[in-house]
């Protein structure tokens, strides 16, 4: 069996989404979650979370572009603005330590695991960031694993996405390891978020093309009318087939078994 942690981004961001999250993981469809720390909906749904963390990882999901802080800036501002170093990384620093802090205050520990919603942990510069927060916080060798855009597999439906996505997250990988970070070396789940996306066929290429030890994430939620969240549609789709018993024959037939990301994250070769 191949072994595959499944990850659901944006935990927190609404009832609807975090309550869809734990009815998945409490179906076992689910392995990992990433919460939005700054979300005024986090304290009220961490007591839920803590009881399902023996069969579900929890992360901190690190976040710069929805508005939760001062912070926060559209995803094409740091596209832009970040390989060429025009970010103002005080900032930075400062949100990431506010996010850091509101999430051990409801959880009373440091998260499992760190990713960035839109993958904007691994942009340059931010991504130091990223590295200096784990230093100052974490034990030296007890790091958490973090998540490598840049090992993307599959592109789904969404080929210039990847390819942009894969080249503004270069080098994280290189300098998490030589920090001695453990992560995955196969990434899936990337896709248009499109309601017409054909999330089951993409499910199964994911599934056949994931090596043993890969993380894939995801986004379901439950139906809500909700006009800040434009991937709403797309987030029933993925809960309904998530939970549904078509995912456990794709996940018989491609071979996979989900397990937790600190199962299978290697540290390798910096």
């Known amino acids: 069996m191949k072994r595959l942690t499944l990850c659901a981004d944006d935990f927190a961001q ?4 975090s309550r869809g999250i734990l009815e998945l ?7 990992a979650t990433s919460v939005f720390s700054l979300s005024s909906h ?9 009881s399902r963390h023996a069969q579900l990882e929890v992360g901190l999901h690190l976040n710069l572009t929805e508005p939760f802080d001062a912070a926060a800036r559209p995803l094409n501002h740091w596209l832009l603005r970040s390989p060429a170093g025009w970010i103002d990384r005080a ?11 509101r999430f051990t205050e409801a959880w009373g520990a440091l998260p499992d695991y760190l990713d960035g919603h839109q993958h904007v942990h691994a942009f340059p510069g931010i991504r130091n960031e990223v590295l200096a927060l784990i230093k100052r916080h974490w034990p030296a060798g007890h790091g958490p694993w973090i998540r490598l855009p840049e090992r993307l597999g599959h592109p789904g439906d969404s080929r210039l996405k ?23 070396d196969w990434f899936g789940g990337l896709y248009s978020l ?23 994430m995801c986004h379901p939620g439950l139906p809500a009318r909700d006009p800040q969240d434009p991937i709403a549609a ?8 998530l939970g549904s018993s078509a995912f456990s024959e794709d996940l018989a037939e491609a071979g996979v078994t989900l397990v937790k990301g600190t199962q299978t994250a290697g540290q390798g070769k910096a």
Not at 42 to 50: Q, R, T
Not at 202 to 208: I, T
Not at 234 to 241: I, K, L, Q, S, T
């Open 42 to 50: 986090w304290p009220e749904v961490a007591h839920d979370l803590k």
């Open 14 to 17: 609404s009832p609807a989404i």
């Open 234 to 241: 797309a987030r029933v789709n993925e809960y309904r087939y």
């Open 25 to 31: 993981a409490d179906a076992g469809r689910l392995t």
């Open 91 to 101: 900032a930075i620093r400062a949100s990431f330590e506010q996010q850091l802090s």
């Open 194 to 216: 499109s309601p017409d996306a054909a999330y089951r066929s993409l499910m199964r290429q994911w599934l056949a093309d994931c090596p043993d030890g890969s993380l894939m």
């Open 162 to 184: 990847a390819r942009i996505l894969t080249l503004i997250c270069r080098g994280l990988q290189r300098t998490a390891r030589a920090q001695g970070l453990a992560s995955h």
